[in-house]
């Protein structure tokens, strides 16, 4: 991280309040969750520190300029306690319709809200549909006074409870369809209390201390100026600023990872088996290499697209949906994996490092859940198959963007929100470029500036990226029940987009590679793209398996968070 | 820039790319009934702007096929966007 941002003043402060009696002490953590109750004082030291701020962007008053600055923020409280992250942040995401789809008033008006303090929720799921928006029963009519009137009720929602505002989708058309659906700012503060009721917060196998409730709304008339957008257009609003929370919410899984690998490394350190540390053990080495290349590969598929979302903002639609079915599926994995090294102490909840290892395997269930599952955001990438296929036989991409993207100082531009897209007619830059980006790599081995064997897997990525891409091709059109196959398929594509990620970003940054390990002859970029590949050729892995015991020598090495990022320089990111 | 489509060759071209979405017989889709009754989902029916960028060669906003939700009413915003590129 470098010294100056943001996210390193959160993390010296949080260092204060995360030992002894602190809000964010282990011990006090653990208690909280076994209590089942809200980390009152850690969300109000975030407070303190400002981070509501963080949430609204620059040109409505606040402190969000960079994407990638709110990843490494909520990463930097995650990796502390994903209750209290996921408790704060959603204010985030409750504002997040007024900032890609509300007027300048109404987002000056919430920015200054919310940097008091406001908590917002967003309440977009009900108790009988899911994830399935334009089923959603909770209506909005029009007053004969010019108001709306708001009736029914929204469930499963997070801080529908503690929040002072909440976003609203709400059927006001009653037959429904795409445009059928408005979102309306609520503010509880103004409602009569006959008006509304808030839900029990239900309990859950993790976060278990998170207000996950619901509100019913009863004859509620909020102002015409609750509107956000215009009438009808709640559905397209919701699926644009959900490209915006999709992309930003890993910085959970992220955090959580952080934790585990922590949590983990410490313990196979003190451990001893057979009179040897477990951490020397060769048979801990290689999962534990394994482990922290799954965190490798999530952390340069959030780093890419978070800055896709300034350089690349027409492609948001693919590139938030592959960033959340990618990295909380890769992060889960690399928990289960740690959870084998652990053993017993990553089950018993008060023996190891009170029981956090099986709090954050429990709370981070819930990230590849939450604003979209996987198996929606993978519908989201199946239904563009047909332009990704155009784009990438004509190797089309955003070359500009590609290169803003994936170089971590390139300086971001504002990220322009009226240029989200609810399909992406340009395909994937990300994957489109990875032809080029194959060809430089293979010159650079010429002038003998990267190892052959990792020119070469490269190559191999390209082939399984062709190879995947015909069988997209020739997937039958899915308009209504999408085939296992594809979805299959979906998620070899996000493996292609990761090891694409991965190789421009390392590209990039040839010419004067940061210092350290990692970076040496190309050593995580070897790692990530083994790991991808196995995935993608799973009957003939090319690669040497060796690469994860020498990232492991890494790993252990590592004092402090373990972080492509650690040693680069970057604009707006941690 | 090629000359304009006709308003017929536009809607023949559509239904027959709706027809292989929701597979059915072209002729089985009638240029007055809203695509979703043919079990075209509103999200899915955005891959339809990808499909006209590339036939006719201009950017679309995919939303207009949530605004014109027949293959008539999409034909005659279609005519509408070409003339005014023109």
């Keep these: ?340 090294l652990m053993g017993a102490r990553s089950f018993l909840s008060d023996v190891y490092a009170h029981g956090l290892f099986q709090k954050v395997e429990r709370d981070h269930r819930i990230i590849a859940i939450f604003d979209g599952s996987t198996l929606v955001n993978r519908n989201a990438v199946i239904n563009q198959f047909p332009v990704l296929v155009r784009a990438f036989r004509q190797e089309r991409r955003d070359a500009d963007g590609l290169a803003t993207a994936t170089t971590l100082g390139a300086p971001l531009p504002e990220a322009d929100l009226s240029r989200l897209g609810l399909v992406s007619t340009a395909g994937c830059s990300v994957v489109q470029g990875l032809p080029a980006a194959v060809l430089r790599l293979q010159s650079l081995v010429e002038q003998g500036a990267l190892p052959k064997a990792v020119a070469d897997l490269a190559h191999a990525l390209k082939r399984a990226t062709d190879a995947v891409h015909q069988r997209m091709a020739a997937q039958p059109p899915s308009p209504r029940d999408v085939p296992p196959e594809a979805f299959h398929l979906a998620e070899h594509y996000e493996a292609c987009f990761a090891g694409a990620a991965c190789v421009h970003l390392w590209l990039n940054h040839v010419e004067r590679a940061p210092e350290g390990s990692l970076w040496r002859d190309a050593l995580w970029l070897e790692a990530c793209l083994v790991r991808v590949l196995s995935r993608l050729t799973p009957e003939a892995p090319p690669g040497d398996p060796g690469v994860f015991d020498r990232l492991a020598d890494v790993v252990v090495d590592t004092a402090g968070v373990f972080s492509l990022l650690a040693d680069a320089r970057t604009e707006g990111a941690s | 820039m090629p000359s304009l489509p006709s308003a017929e060759a536009l809607s023949s071209w559509l239904s027959s790319r709706i027809a292989t979405y929701v597979q059915r017989r072209p002729e089985d889709i009638r240029a007055d009934v809203p695509l979703a009754d043919y079990g075209l989902d509103s999200v899915y029916a955005l891959t339809l702007a990808g499909d006209l960028e590339d036939h006719l060669g201009l950017s679309l906003d995919p939303t207009l096929m949530w605004d014109h939700p027949t293959i008539a009413g999409l034909t005659q915003a279609l005519l509408q966007v070409l003339a005014s590129a023109a």
Aim: aromatic share 6%.
């Design chain 1, 1 to 340: 991280m470098n010294p100056g941002t943001p996210a390193v003043a959160l993390d010296a402060r949080l260092r204060e309040l995360d030992t002894g009696d602190g809000p964010f002490a282990p011990a006090l953590v653990a208690k909280l969750d076994r209590e089942e109750a809200f980390p009152d004082a850690a969300c109000q030291a975030l407070e303190s520190f400002g981070l509501g701020a963080h949430y609204v962007p620059t040109r409505h008053g606040g402190r969000l300029a960079h994407y990638p600055e709110l990843v490494a923020l909520w990463r930097t409280v995650a990796r502390r306690d994903l209750t209290a992250a996921i408790g704060h942040g959603k204010t985030f995401l409750g504002g997040a319709c007024t900032w890609v789809g509300g007027s300048p008033e109404q987002a000056v008006a919430l920015g200054q809200d919310v940097a008091r303090g406001a908590r917002v929720s967003w309440g977009l799921t009900e108790r009988h549909h899911g994830s399935d928006l334009l089923a959603g029963e909770l209506s909005a009519t029009r007053t004969v006074d010019g108001r709306w009137r708001l009736n029914g009720e929204k469930w499963l929602i997070n801080n529908a409870t503690r929040g002072e505002l909440i976003s609203v989708l709400a059927r006001t058309d009653a037959n429904g369809g795409p445009r059928g659906f408005s979102v309306f700012l609520v503010d509880k503060r103004q409602l009569p209390p006959s008006a509304f009721r808030c839900l029990p917060k239900e309990r859950t196998h993790g976060i278990r201390g998170a207000d996950i409730s619901g509100i019913a709304f009863t004859d509620a008339d909020v102002p015409d100026t609750a509107l956000v957008g215009k009438a009808g257009g709640g559905i397209e609003l919701v699926l644009k600023a959900l490209q915006l929370t999709r992309t930003v919410a890993v910085a959970m899984s992220l955090g959580a990872a952080d934790q585990a690998l922590r949590l983990t490394v410490d313990f196979a350190k003190e451990h001893q088996l057979y009179e040897r540390r477990l951490v020397d053990l060769p048979r801990a080495r290689r999962p534990l290499g394994e482990a922290a290349t799954q965190l490798l590969l999530a952390e340069a598929v959030s780093t890419v697209a978070s800055r896709a979302l300034h350089a690349l903002t027409p492609e948001a639609s693919l590139t938030s949906a592959l960033t959340k079915a990618f990295v909380p599926t890769v992060i889960n994995e690399m928990i289960s994996q740690l959870a084998d």
